[in-house]
């Protein structure tokens, strides 16, 4: 393998966990996010919010 074929490699091996990284880092703040909203809403809001997503899939609830 040619030093510049070597370079590329890792480059790309680089890129590749950066961009896994970036994944991970969303997802963790995504959760916290959902987290920490969940935690601090009243639960009548909670309930309201069940209820909606319920009616919105077509799922019966009452």
Known sequence: MTKNAQAIAQTQSKTRIDADMMGIAGAVLLGL??????GFAQASVLHDTAHDMR????FPCH
Not at 33 to 38: K, M, N, S, V
């Open 33 to 38: 996010t959902l987290l920490f909203a969940a």
């Open 55 to 58: 009616h919105a899939m077509s």
